[in-house]
């Protein structure tokens, strides 16, 4: 399956480390490509990207056939758990499920934090949410899917802060954005749990460009929210479908920059045109990207 929609993680400055590590941890796990930054100025590096002259910009790499790009660069964004990724192992499936689980949990807790333990809840017979060393948030999970189609990851969007409660919205305003999205299975909280409210968002699920996603109302007070720390990209076919994406998520025109942007609910998206590498091959063509706020392929 070609994804058209992919995670992209932001790092400062350990890209490879971390790349490194996670196709170590993860079974049916690959790299698959590596970009660079500019030398110089001249070639159109930024002031601010010095430091970072010649080094690895970007690494594509696989988990669970799930592609991913680590984003090399500073320090400014950090993750926190309202974006993090579910790992679910089938029993029905994987007669080592709960070893498997197991050996992934110690791997990812080795230098991390446990959020919440592995062990058995009302939801699952073995669970646990785990930040990894480089702050990077996880929810393995084992269910009996009874051979269900799911995919081995998926990304989980948690509403805490300020957007508690706007969970389901969200879900279906994203449904609505992208052509063939589906609102999946929805469960709400039966009375107010902390900030959520009775009726907004235990767990829900839902489908965007074929890609499954999970979303969910904070029940415990948070002081975190969504950043660029985690972006999910949306490659595009040509023009036109860039201008879609970016006139329907592309909310505050202060974070517009080099295709990036974030929507009313705080998200983060890259649009992007699908033969952004040949593009970037052409002259000057990291110099033209960086004067750019939405991504027009005339002007590479």
């Not at 709960?98 to 592995?118: R, S, T, Y």
Request: with cysteine; proline share 6%; aromatic share 14%.
């Amino acid at each position: 399956m070609k994804h058209k929609i992919i995670p992209n993680l932001w790092f400062a400055g350990n890209a490879q480390e971390a790349v490194n590590f996670y196709v170590a941890a993860f079974p049916d796990s690959q790299v698959k490509d590596q970009s660079y930054y500019p030398n110089s100025l001249d070639e159109g590096l930024a002031d601010f990207q010095l430091d970072l002259a010649g080094k690895v910009l970007t690494v594509e790499f696989e988990l669970g056939k799930l592609p991913f790009i680590a984003i090399n660069a500073g320090p400014e964004f950090k993750f926190n758990p309202s974006i993090s990724f579910m790992v679910t192992f089938d029993p029905s499936q994987d007669s080592q499920a709960i070893g498997h689980i197991d050996d992934l949990w110690q791997k990812l807790i080795e230098g991390g934090e446990v959020l919440m333990p592995l062990d058995k809840y009302p939801f699952s017979p073995r669970y646990g949410w785990v930040k990894d060393r480089f702050g990077l948030t996880w929810q393995l999970i084992l269910s009996d899917l009874a051979g269900a189609s799911r995919p081995p990851i998926i990304p989980s969007l948690l509403f805490a802060g300020a957007k508690t409660n706007l969970a389901e919205a969200a879900i279906k305003y994203y449904a609505s954005v992208f052509p063939d999205g589906k609102v999946g299975n929805l469960a709400h909280y039966p009375e107010a749990t902390g900030p959520a409210q009775a009726g907004s968002l235990m767990f829900g699920e839902f489908t965007l460009a074929g890609q499954l996603f999970a979303a969910m109302d904070s029940g415990v007070n948070q002081d975190f929210a969504f950043n660029e720390a985690v972006s999910f990209s949306i490659s595009c076919k040509d023009q036109v479908e860039i201008d879609y994406f970016w006139d329907l998520l592309a909310d505050d025109p202060q974070f517009n920059q080099c295709g990036w942007c974030k929507d009313k609910f705080g998200l983060s998206w890259q649009i992007v045109p699908e033969n952004m590498d040949e593009l970037m091959q052409k002259p000057d063509a990291f110099a033209h990207m960086m004067e750019m706020k939405k991504l027009v392929i005339a002007d590479f």
